[in-house]
């Protein structure tokens, strides 16, 4: 009964916080660096970060996964720790590690279980080297249930015949490319920690070219359809599990060749076909297809900087021009670079994800 609450109450919250958007929209003063600094800080709200200043005023963990490592290197050791120990005490109290944690401090998942809750976390406190020790044991059996849950212990991929929630939470995907590299990035990251690690019996490397790669670009699920997904040919490469660089120069020439770069990378597809979304999807159409996502944008760039050096600082560039056109850091636009917006939302703004701008 408390999810479906939560999950009223949010939708609402989400409407009518985008309904007031539209009509006042904050604009910061400066340089895009000077601006993105200013969110950053606006997003640390004196107990945690929350994962922007209007719509999603909370704990997101992929969110604030994706940013830690920027966060630390910006020199936000102190808000990072106390962050962790916040959504750390909230989860434990829930006894379970989820997508989100509500304003009033619920945590709450959307739509439902995400193969990379913990996966994130587990990251997160890695990388910020945080004394994880008094919540080891609830750790450890948030370990074991994600390996009962998720993993197929024959394969050691994640089960393909249960929908699980992802960074493309609206779509329906047959244990995931992306999903298979959380598990990956969770079981290179354990080898790391003073926790359990039921996963390291598996090559994960070698399971992402046998079931994924098609010798041009990785599938974006098991069902092995013919579209490249800009998710799919990052984060590979991005965590380091992928290390092959003619394979990371073919996954972007295909990216670009689909056209997600353009006119500003990321597009997760080039079209909606062939991808199945959940029902709440209608609300807001085309918001996870061909719309340009700025949480991937930073983080492709990282990895364009590896084999292009030429090519990443023209998409700094734009996003640049973007972050100072609008005096803002904002989460998605329609593919031809107009904000995105529907009856039910409005593009956010203020976003957490400026940090890993300000770490290009």
């Known amino acids: 009964m408390a999810s479906v609450i939560d999950y009223a109450t949010q939708g609402t919250r989400i409407f009518l916080t985008s309904l007031k958007s539209r009509c006042s929209s904050q604009h910061y003063a400066g340089n895009a660096q000077e601006i993105c600094q200013q969110i950053v800080k606006d997003c640390w709200n004196g107990r945690f970060f929350q994962t922007s200043t209007t719509n999603f005023p909370q704990f997101w963990t992929r969110d604030f996964g994706w940013c830690t490592s920027s966060l630390m290197k910006l020199g936000y050791e102190q808000e990072v720790h106390h962050t962790l120990r916040y959504a750390l005490h909230r989860f434990q109290e829930a006894n379970k590690v989820t997508t989100t944690i509500t304003p009033k401090g619920r945590p709450?998942?959307?739509?439902?279980?995400?193969?990379?809750?913990?996966?994130?976390?587990?990251?997160?406190?890695?990388?910020?080297?945080?004394?994880?020790?008094?919540?080891k044991?609830?750790?450890?059996?948030?370990?074991?249930?994600?390996?009962?849950?998720?993993?197929?212990?024959?394969?050691?991929?994640?089960?393909?015949?249960?929908?699980?929630?992802?960074?493309?939470d609206l779509s329906l995907r047959k244990s995931s490319c992306y999903d298979n590299g959380m598990v990956a990035m969770l079981a290179q990251d354990l080898n790391g920690l003073n926790l359990e690690n039921p996963f390291r019996?598996?090559?994960?490397?070698?399971?992402?070219?046998?079931?994924?790669?098609n010798g041009k670009y990785?599938?974006?699920?098991l069902s092995k359809r013919d579209y490249v997904a800009g998710d799919a040919n990052l984060f590979p490469f991005l965590l380091g599990i992928i290390k092959d660089e003619e394979m990371l120069r073919m996954a972007v020439q295909q990216i670009r060749a689909a056209g997600l770069d353009q006119p500003f990378p990321l597009k997760y597809t080039a079209n909606r076909k062939n991808i199945k979304f959940v029902w709440q999807e209608l609300f807001v159409r085309n918001y996870e297809s061909d719309s340009i996502w700025t949480h991937l944008g930073p983080l492709y760039i990282k990895v364009v900087q590896q084999i292009d050096k030429e090519l990443a600082a023209?998409?700094?560039?734009?996003?640049?021009?973007?972050?100072?056109?609008?005096?803002?850091?904002?989460?998605?636009?329609?593919?031809?670079?107009?904000?995105?917006r529907s009856p039910f939302y409005y593009c956010d703004q203020g976003l957490l994800w400026a940090s890993n701008y300000l770490t290009l």
Do not use: C
């Open 137 to 168: 044991d609830f750790l450890n059996r948030q370990i074991q249930r994600f390996n009962e849950k998720v993993i197929n212990p024959q394969t050691g991929l994640v089960r393909p015949d249960i929908y699980f929630s992802s960074i493309k």
């Open 218 to 221: 990785f599938y974006d699920d």
């Open 314 to 340: 023209e998409y700094k560039k734009k996003y640049t021009e973007q972050i100072e056109k609008h005096g803002n850091y904002l989460e998605v636009f329609f593919p031809d670079g107009k904000l995105f």
């Open 108 to 135: 709450f998942d959307f739509p439902t279980m995400a193969v990379d809750s913990l996966p994130w976390l587990i990251h997160s406190i890695k990388v910020s080297k945080f004394g994880y020790y008094p919540y």
């Open 201 to 213: 019996q598996f090559n994960y490397p070698k399971l992402l070219r046998q079931h994924f790669w």
